[in-house]
């Protein structure tokens, strides 16, 4: 994947500022995981948030969607499936294609932790004075849009977006984790 620098004179403060943000909402995203935590890693709550949110996948464009291979994904899939929270289907020509979607009870652990993770973020982004909480909204909005998170047709104007044919893929710096 290529990756578009621009340079402006913000750029470099947006950049520093960027994983300050990204620790504060990981952090909310634990604390909103708390009890299903002791079913579900924080990978696991992954996988089913995509499933619940974007509907059933071809495991491929679930590893896609993951920034993962498709081992990984059928390994992290086979796992959920013994928990009863997703459940797999062979279809396509040779019954070569594998796919996925969210069980109820699946949907009912991304349930669980949604509820707490919004009134977490309520909080905390209710916190700036409300003049600026617009632009804060904003911001977001345009990040993710710009992550690929954000379908075309709801991108603010102006945003690219990284794309990768029917996904929407996650940021990448270029260095592997």
Not at 112 to 135: C, F, H, K, M, Y
Not at 156 to 165: E, I, M, R, S, Y
Request: include cysteine; proline fraction near 7%.
């Amino acid at each position: 994947m290529q990756v578009r620098v621009v340079d402006g004179p913000a750029v470099g403060e947006i950049v520093d500022a960027a994983p300050l943000a990204s620790r504060a909402l990981v952090a909310v995203t634990g604390h909103s995981l708390g009890a299903v935590a002791d079913d579900t890693t924080p990978a696991q709550h992954r996988v089913l948030a995509v499933l619940a949110s974007r509907g059933s996948r071809r495991m491929v464009d679930l590893a896609g969607t993951l920034g993962g291979t498709p081992l990984t994904a059928g390994r992290m899939c086979d796992r959920l499936a013994r928990k009863g929270l997703i459940t797999r289907h062979r279809a396509g020509v040779g019954r070569r294609e594998v796919l996925v979607w969210v069980t109820s009870p699946g949907r009912k652990v991304v349930d669980d932790a949604t509820a707490p993770r919004r009134g977490l973020l309520t909080d905390i982004l209710s916190r700036p004075p409300s003049g600026q909480q617009a632009g804060v909204a904003r911001a977001l909005r345009v990040f993710a849009a710009a992550a690929g998170e954000i379908p075309d047709s709801q991108r603010p104007a102006g945003v690219t977006g990284l794309q990768h044919p029917g996904e929407p893929v996650r940021a990448s710096t270029g260095a592997s984790a």
